[in-house]
């Protein structure tokens, strides 16, 4: 089977940097995955990582290190419009896709 | 282009009932996934078509059926209703199974009584 862990909650004040990490425990694996949800939308991707290393894109930024099964998303200069909820999700074998539970982010003035 | 679209927005069943949820994929977009999100928590797998064959199913009992069409849209069929079946259904689109860039539709949420 596939579990992911991450944080319930974080908060954090505007113009701040905020790191949500995830660890994951699973039988295969091909990547991990971050994906963003405002309340009552969709999820909307934000990063892929295959490999180990750091992933950039503008404010928002993405690590993996497959040996010790752990990714965390970095958002830099935090906006309010940054409040949401964000899930980590592993692609592992046959192609399934296994999300975490969540973090709640929300940032305060 | 327009996103991925489900239809219906909302639905309200009850217990025993069936259900079909709709979703056109993205233009292009030949591998379509279904996910179940219950209110508080990730979004659970259910199905993966590509090419209108199955690639991959998830943890769901046999009352959860889909199909992919020629176009690539697809349905997702629920028998047997139960009440723990209320969530939001997300179909998600991708040009390939392997690609990691999923995009989603804004879901039904479908609540049974």
């Known amino acids: 089977g596939q579990s992911l862990e991450q944080p319930s909650e974080v908060t954090a004040v505007e113009g701040a940097i905020v790191q949500i990490n995830c660890t994951y425990q699973t039988s295969g694996f091909y990547g991990l995955s971050w994906y963003q949800q405002h309340d009552g939308g969709a999820p909307t991707f934000l990063s892929y990582?295959?490999?180990?290393g750091l992933e950039e894109t503008g404010r928002f930024s993405s690590f993996l290190s497959r040996s010790d099964s752990y990714g965390y998303l970095l958002l830099q200069e935090l906006q309010m419009k940054d409040s949401a909820s964000y899930f980590c999700?592993?692609?592992?074998?046959?192609?399934?896709?296994?999300f975490g539970t969540g973090t709640k982010l929300q940032v305060i003035p | 282009d327009a996103g991925v679209t489900q239809s219906p927005t909302h639905l309200i069943k009850t217990r025993g009932q069936h259900v079909t949820l709709r979703c056109s994929p993205i233009?292009?977009?030949?591998?379509v996934s279904w996910y179940q999100q219950v209110l508080g928590q990730g979004p659970q797998f259910i199905f993966q078509y590509y090419e209108k064959e199955e690639r991959g199913r998830g943890n769901f009992p046999d009352r959860f059926s889909a199909r992919q069409f020629p176009n690539y849209s697809s349905e997702l069929n629920v028998n047997a209703l139960l009440l723990g079946d209320s969530a939001l259904y997300l179909c998600a689109s991708s040009t390939r199974p392997d690609r990691e860039t999923q995009y989603f539709g804004p879901g039904t949420r479908l609540l049974v009584l």
């Open positions: 233009s292009g977009h030949k591998s």
């Open positions: 990582n295959a490999l180990d």
């Open positions: 999700a592993v692609t592992g074998g046959y192609q399934k896709v296994t």
